[in-house]
């Protein structure tokens, strides 16, 4: 069965740091593309940032750029994301995921980022 378990979310001042960890199984892990998504309450699911199979390319959405980092590590069927000089409208539930419209989804790590 697929499964995604994300870890890591915190509450964290603004321009903190944090790491989140999602764990998969059920699937080949090593050939899939890999998404961050996030949500906050009221708004839509957003894409974060994604990563190749192989983790040769990334892709992230503007408002995180320079300032997040996704990386994989196949051995361990695990995809993280680095978040740094956090802000306030960061805050959300972050979900990680192949496809957007996937049926599988974990219950997601919650951050929030507040003085």
């Known amino acids: 069965q697929v499964q995604f378990v994300e870890s890591g979310g915190d509450w964290v001042q603004p321009g903190g740091s944090l790491t989140l960890s999602c764990a998969v199984s059920?699937?080949?892990?090593?050939?899939?593309?890999m998404i961050w998504y996030r949500q906050a309450p009221g708004e839509e699911r957003m894409l974060v940032a994604s990563?190749?199979?192989?983790?040769?390319?990334?892709n992230y959405a503007d408002s995180v750029k320079g300032r997040f980092t996704i990386s994989r590590d196949n051995a361990k069927n695990t995809v993280y994301l680095q978040m740094n000089s956090l802000k306030p409208e960061d805050t959300a539930g972050y979900y990680c995921?192949?496809?957007?419209?996937?049926?599988?989804w974990g219950q997601g790590t919650q951050v929030t980022v507040s003085a």
């Open positions: 059920g699937f080949t892990f090593s050939s899939s593309v």
């Open positions: 995921n192949t496809k957007a419209d996937s049926v599988y």
């Open positions: 990563i190749s199979p192989g983790g040769y390319w990334t």
